[in-house]
């Protein structure tokens, strides 16, 4: 196993960055100096893996991008690609329940409206090739944060915990 770091909203895509530096925002020289997916190392790693997982912070812009992202993929490597969705809940900050001195969480959260309709529009775009986590952990727009057993599975809405991991693994 083995993993690459591309900045969050930097574009996790195979495409040259100059055909969508305009998304960057204010990011864009951070964007410019971060690792991305034509870096020989990234080549190296894909070339060599069995399967690869993309999991990412998306956006609504890279959806845009990811169906020629796949495509090239495809035409280089074969295809041995899925595309790993978001999975953002309403949680609160380790910093605001530290602030409000409440630090029990709750078992479920809200799921983000906004990128559960990304995971919604990259899915109509990948198909089987998309998983939404959405699916394995919420239920009528809760999701729960913690496994059958009571242990905490995303840290801060976002990142999973080592459980979390092997829930979703």
């Given amino acids: 196993i083995a993993s ?3 900045n969050a909203g930097c574009g996790n895509l ?6 969508f530096i305009k998304n960057l925002n204010n990011d864009s020289i951070s964007c410019i100096r971060s690792g991305d997916l034509f870096s020989n190392e990234s080549h190296d790693l894909i070339k060599n893996a069995d399967l690869v997982i993309f999991a ?5 812009w890279e959806v845009n991008y990811i169906q020629q992202s ?5 035409k280089v ?3 041995k690609f899925l595309f790993w969705g978001n999975k953002d809940l309403d949680f609160p900050s380790v910093k605001k329940l530290y602030e409000t001195g ?3 969480i709750n078992t479920t959260y809200p799921k983000r409206l906004k990128t559960s309709q990304i995971n919604d529009d990259i899915k109509v775009q990948l198909g089987e090739f998309f998983i939404d986590p959405y699916k394995f952990f919420c239920r009528n727009k809760k999701c729960s944060v913690v496994n059958n057993e009571g242990d905490l599975i995303i840290y801060d809405g976002f ?3 080592i459980k979390g991991a092997m829930f979703f693994g």
Avoid: D, M, P, V
């Fill in 102 to 104: 409440q630090f029990k």
């Fill in 14 to 19: 195979y495409i040259k960055k100059e055909k």
């Fill in 70 to 74: 796949y495509e090239n993929l495809i």
């Fill in 4 to 6: 690459i770091t591309i």
């Fill in 159 to 161: 990142h999973l915990t």
């Fill in 56 to 60: 990412s912070a998306w956006r609504k």
């Fill in 77 to 79: 490597y074969g295809s």
